[in-house]
């Protein structure tokens, strides 16, 4: 890296440090520093949404699974069919939680189920969010060593002193601001690369056609196949459909919203600017592909994994650091960043919101004041938690690494369940809703260990449906009553033909690729 691309870095992290203590001077309340006094516009929410969504593994991953893994390719996109719909289907199921007066969304499941629900749901997105956020971290700082020449260390100081201090003194309105601005640059950084991959990927594109393919119409039940059409769209569904509404992290900036009616406008806007970004990247993965036939010893000089192949997750930032003039290549860097600080940022804020809330606040009422500075202290805390787990991953890397998504699946599915019983059906109670998620998570481990087929998409709607099933049965067993709970919504007319058109958009941009 040249000294201009330090300079470019350099300024861009001190005018973060600066936004954020100016927006922090009059924040008093865990209300202001988790929910930024539902003060924020719907477009700054959806935003942050997508760029914590769309953020370094996205940038990373579907290049590399694009346009060079094995069995890759263009059918990445069938992934975004689901979303669309499941922004839909939460405008309708999320709103009893926004109109709660929680902070935590697992307050939600105490109201209407009891305590130890609440505690198990929160628990359970501690442990993943928590390991995730030291593994995003580890991926990162090492990108970043790589590409700049530092140690990890100094990375990961770069990285996480920055992010932990604007996090500090902004709280969730400093996250959302500044995930709006580095939404810019990651975006900046990516058309300045597609523009440069134009030509190679214009001359080769007739070499790729193998890659291509968007739709592959197989349920994934008996092939192996985990990327079919089915799986990917309905498995995907449910999978959207709890992390937007049963995480944390995500749920929290859909708290955020002034009114229900700017929480559907939020979910409608991430339903809709989703996808222009994730079809960027994809298209990024067949330029590098061209890129990598005009310069056939570009993999060879790939870092390389333990098992000695070529690291295709690092083709996107080496072919920054080769091709990049200095000054393009700080500024590429800088959304390397950017993507990196939108997902840990908002991750450490959540996971002081729960903690705080659910296992704090719910067993020790204190002042105002000293929970607000109890707030800065946990969100701290979990950066300082997060940054030594990046320490050990390397040693954990086959574990974790391969499996971390396939983990999140086994209990995303149960999980929505227990959100599920407590929207529709709060009279089966909380031991047949928790004995329900127990069975349905080891089913789920059941299918993944005897039957290797299946898709592990599918996961997310067995979960649900075993949760259900056997919370049911149990409630029966119990002779406990079985109501449903009527729900009463307003969705506009407008925001459900969007949705609806966007997803028949996506349809058809994957048909005018495959074909």
């Given at each position: 890296m040249d000294v201009i691309d330090w300079w470019v870095i350099a300024i861009y992290l001190v005018l973060m440090l600066v936004g954020a203590w100016f927006i922090g001077r009059k924040q008093h309340s865990r209300d202001d520093y988790y929910l930024a006094g539902k003060s924020l516009p719907s477009w700054t929410l959806a935003t942050s949404i997508v760029a914590t969504q769309c953020s370094t593994n996205s940038l990373l991953g579907a290049p590399a699974f694009v346009g060079f893994v094995l069995g890759g390719g263009m059918l990445w996109l069938q992934y975004e069919l689901a979303v669309p719909m499941a922004m839909l289907l939460l405008c309708i199921v999320f709103m009893p939680i926004r109109q709660a007066g929680i902070i935590s969304i697992y307050e939600f499941l105490e109201q209407r189920l009891g305590l130890s629900c609440r505690l198990l749901a929160s628990g359970c997105f501690l442990f993943f969010r928590g390991v995730a956020t030291g593994v995003t971290i580890y991926g990162v700082a090492s990108v970043i060593s790589l590409v700049s020449g530092v140690s990890y260390t100094t990375a990961v100081i770069l990285l996480m002193g920055i992010t932990i201090a604007y996090d500090l003194m902004g709280g969730m309105k400093a996250v959302v601001i500044s995930d709006v601005i580095q939404m810019v640059l990651l975006f900046g950084a990516v058309i300045i690369a597609l523009f440069w991959l134009y030509e190679p990927l214009t001359t080769h594109y007739s070499a790729l056609t193998h890659r291509t393919q968007t739709l592959v119409d197989d349920w994934g039940i008996q092939s192996g196949q985990h990327y079919g059409f089915w799986p990917m769209f309905f498995g995907g569904l449910f999978l959207y459909v709890a992390y937007y509404g049963c995480d944390q992290s995500q749920a929290q900036r859909l708290l955020s919203a002034k009114s229900p009616a700017t929480t559907q406008t939020v979910l409608v806007l991430n339903g809709l600017i989703r996808f222009p970004l994730v079809l960027c990247y994809c298209f990024i993965g067949l330029g590098l592909a061209a890129y990598a036939i005009e310069h056939p010893n570009f993999v060879s000089q790939l870092p390389t994994t333990q098992a000695g192949s070529p690291n295709f997750n690092l083709v996107f930032p080496s072919f920054v650091s080769l091709e990049f003039a200095p000054g393009l290549a700080g500024l590429a860097l800088v959304?390397?960043?950017?993507?990196?600080?939108?997902?840990?940022?908002?991750?450490?804020?959540?996971?002081?919101?729960?903690?705080?809330?659910?296992?704090?606040?719910?067993?020790?009422?204190?002042?105002?004041?000293?929970?607000f500075l109890l707030s800065k202290l946990t969100t701290l805390g979990w950066g300082v938690f997060a940054v030594l787990l990046s320490y050990q991953v390397e040693r954990i890397a086959p574990t974790v690494l391969e499996a971390i998504n396939k983990i999140g699946s086994l209990a995303n599915g149960p999980l929505l369940g227990i959100f599920a019983i407590a929207l529709f059906m709060p009279s089966l109670g909380s031991r047949a809703a928790l004995l329900g998620f127990a069975l349905a998570l080891l089913s789920n481990i059941a299918i993944w260990l005897l039957l290797p087929t299946v898709s592990w998409l599918w996961w997310n709607l067995t979960g649900l449906a075993c949760c259900l099933v056997f919370s049911l049965l149990i409630a029966k067993l119990m002779a406990r009553p079985i109501r449903w709970q009527p729900m009463a919504f307003q969705l506009a007319p407008v925001k459900v033909a969007l949705l609806i058109l966007m997803t028949l958009l996506i349809l058809a941009v994957n048909l005018w690729i495959q074909w």
């Open positions: 959304g390397l960043f950017a993507a990196a600080m939108s997902s840990i940022d908002s991750a450490l804020n959540s996971l002081s919101a729960s903690s705080v809330e659910d296992f704090i606040v719910r067993f020790r009422p204190l002042s105002e004041k000293r929970l």
